[in-house]
């Protein structure tokens, strides 16, 4: 049975939206947030990197000490979960260098973010770019970018309302949750799946010339186009890597130790951006009602528990404060979060519904959107 969707502190029907909302503008919204937040502590920005790497080795070390055998897939499926879901804070880590909210030196920042998402196969400066169109342009149908989903009148979203119909709603539930966390972050990457309705398809984080130019503008200037190349020298310095380490070893090794982990990291990742922006009672709006402090509070915190929240550093649950100002750091976001409350307890959105029950609803009943008349917004 569907859980019932409840999103605090407001709760919204998707039949029947509140109009009444007043929304603060982006000058209010960032106001209520202190400067002081911004401030980077090196100390603890090191602490958490000690605590993200140094479980992400011991894991991965582990990982080199299993056999390679069919009998030992149940350790191997373990293997994977455990130190997937432990590398994904190196994965945050990185993403919080993008931000400039990891480190007051910008060239250790970087080269902190650059190393991370290079380990981890992530073009660093090219997906740094396109999550800060993500940010600039939250819940827009032209401009966002990231999980903008397609209207139900386009030749996507038609296609997706007519395979949910023929699928069934369990049956498309779990096709959803499966392209979504197997080849849902490799699809983006190479070819701007989910993104905004501007910038065409396909767009590719690894290059920018006419082919991948369609839009009406484009996620990738020319002007980018050297950030781009630093991107794949990291990515192809670490494949090399891996190169390397399958000759010394054996494919089959570097397959299982870094290839399985490698997958679990990506599903958190889906898992996380997709929760975050997207539920049966969330809006997306158009040009026409877009506004910035509108999108921004669009996002949703949810309930991932004391161990993901201390090795994913809060990203699931301290979202909205995230996109309300992006340079506030992880351990300076928890306080964020609830002066946001305080301020503004109607707008701020916090889902209690269990990940996993979340999950199911956003896979079986979020397809294409479609306008309401009473607010001019978008829902599924």
Same mark, same amino acid.
């Given at each position: ?27 209010? &919204?960032? *106001?209520?947030?202190? @400067?002081?937040? +911004?401030? =980077?502590?090196?100390?603890? $920005?090191?602490?958490? #990197?000690? !605590?993200?790497?140094? &479980?992400? *080795?011991?894991?991965? @070390?582990?990982? +080199?000490? =299993?056999?390679?055998?069919? $009998?030992?897939?149940? #350790?191997? !499926?373990?293997?994977? &979960?455990?130190?997937?879901?432990? @590398? ?293």
């Amino acid at each position: 049975m569907t859980p019932p969707v409840v999103l605090e502190a407001r709760s919204l029907s998707v039949a029947a939206p509140k109009t009444a909302l007043r929304y603060p503008t982006k000058t209010e &919204l960032l *106001a209520c947030l202190p @400067a002081e937040l +911004t401030r =980077l502590d090196p100390w603890k $920005a090191w602490g958490s #990197l000690a !605590l993200s790497v140094g &479980l992400s *080795a011991l894991a991965y @070390a582990t990982g +080199t000490q =299993l056999p390679l055998s069919w $009998a030992a897939t149940p #350790l191997w !499926l373990i293997y994977a &979960l455990v130190t997937g879901t432990v @590398a994904m804070g190196c994965w945050v880590l990185a993403h919080e260098c993008g931000h400039n909210a990891f480190h007051p030196n910008r060239r250790i920042e970087a080269a902190v973010g650059f190393v991370l998402h290079s380990v981890l196969l992530v073009p660093y400066y090219s997906w740094a770019r396109s999550h800060a169109v993500h940010h600039a342009h939250c819940n827009h149908l032209e401009g966002g970018e990231t999980h903008v989903p397609p209207r139900h009148n386009s030749v996507s979203g038609r296609a997706t309302e007519r395979l949910r119909q023929q699928m069934g709603i369990s049956l498309f539930g779990w096709f959803s949750i499966t392209i979504h966390l197997l080849l849902g972050w490799p699809l983006y990457l190479f070819a701007g799946a989910t993104g905004g309705e501007d910038y065409g398809r396909p767009t590719s984080h690894f290059w920018n010339g006419p082919s991948f130019q369609q839009g009406v503008k484009p996620l990738f200037p020319r002007s980018f186009r050297r950030w781009m190349v630093r991107s794949n020298i990291g990515l192809v310095l670490m494949l090399i890597a891996l190169a390397s380490a399958a000759v010394m070893t054996s494919p089959a090794r570097v397959l299982c130790v870094y290839g399985l982990p490698y997958l679990v990291v990506n599903a958190w990742l889906v898992i996380y951006t997709w929760l975050q922006h997207t539920d049966v009672a969330i809006p997306h709006y158009s040009s026409a009602e877009w506004t910035w402090a509108k999108g921004a509070l669009q996002t949703v915190d949810r309930p991932y528990g004391t161990l993901l929240n201390l090795l994913h550093h809060g990203i699931g649950s301290t979202h909205v404060c995230h996109h309300v100002n992006s340079r506030i750091p992880h351990y300076n976001a928890w306080r964020g979060t609830t002066l946001l409350k305080q301020h503004y307890p109607e707008l701020v959105r916090y889902d209690p519904t269990p990940i996993h029950q979340a999950l199911w609803r956003v896979a079986t009943r979020c397809g294409a959107v479609r306008q309401n008349p009473s607010d001019g917004a978008y829902y599924y």
